[in-house]
């Protein structure tokens, strides 16, 4: 291995790691925004759910 391998290496990953980083926060930011205007899908799903439950009235039921 030539000496300067190991330093293109090191910035491989560093690169990567940025990139993977980057992705990640990318990512994070489109699932679980709380922004009231554009909530991210999980948060989206999460109210769906919590409204449904809030919903229900047991004595509604047919029986």
Excluded: C
Excluded at 16 to 28: H, K, P
């Amino acid at each position: 291995m030539k000496k300067n391998n190991k330093g293109q290496i090191v910035v491989e990953y560093v690169l990567l790691l940025v990139v993977a980083t980057g992705v990640a926060a990318f990512l994070i930011s489109q699932l679980v925004s709380r922004n009231p205007d554009e909530p991210g899908i999980l948060v989206a799903k999460w109210h769906g759910i919590l409204k449904v439950v809030a919903d229900d009235k047991p004595d509604a039921r047919k029986k």
